[in-house]
């Protein structure tokens, strides 16, 4: 039976792993450019591109959370429709209501 190690505390590194990968080959030429325009070999270059993925999905649901709660939160119908719209364009994106003002 395999033994679990501890969770490492927050900010602290792990080790790295060597881990291979099959992306496309558009995909492939992309983070090839971006490896060139910042001086990044192949491997740093996704990487630094997998980090900021991350991050972005991090971000965003603390933005739907945050959305959330406020829709919750409201009491003035005005208020709360507006937090609704909020609500709805954190899950499925600026375009999700038509005619919308912020577009």
């Given at each position: 039976?395999?033994?679990?190690?501890?969770?490492?505390?927050?900010?602290?590194?792990?080790?790295?792993?060597?881990?291979?990968?099959?992306?496309?080959?558009?995909?492939?030429?992309?983070?090839?450019?971006?490896?060139?325009?910042?001086h990044l070999t192949m491997s740093r270059?996704?990487?630094?591109?997998?980090?900021?993925?991350?991050?972005?999905?991090?971000e965003a649901k603390e933005n739907l959370?945050?959305?959330?709660?406020?829709?919750?939160?409201?009491?003035?119908?005005?208020?709360?429709?507006?937090?609704?719209?909020?609500?709805i364009r954190a899950i499925f994106g600026?375009?999700?209501?038509?005619?919308?003002?912020?577009?």
């Amino acid at each position: 039976m395999a033994s679990r190690s501890k969770p490492l505390p927050r900010g602290a590194r792990a080790k790295a792993i060597r881990q291979s990968v099959t992306i496309p080959a558009p995909l492939a030429a992309e983070v090839r450019r971006v490896g060139k325009e910042r001086h990044l070999t192949m491997s740093r270059a996704l990487v630094a591109l997998a980090e900021r993925g991350v991050q972005a999905e991090r971000e965003a649901k603390e933005n739907l959370q945050a959305a959330y709660r406020r829709f919750l939160k409201e009491q003035e119908p005005s208020k709360k429709e507006e937090a609704g719209k909020d609500l709805i364009r954190a899950i499925f994106g600026t375009d999700a209501i038509a005619q919308d003002p912020l577009r």
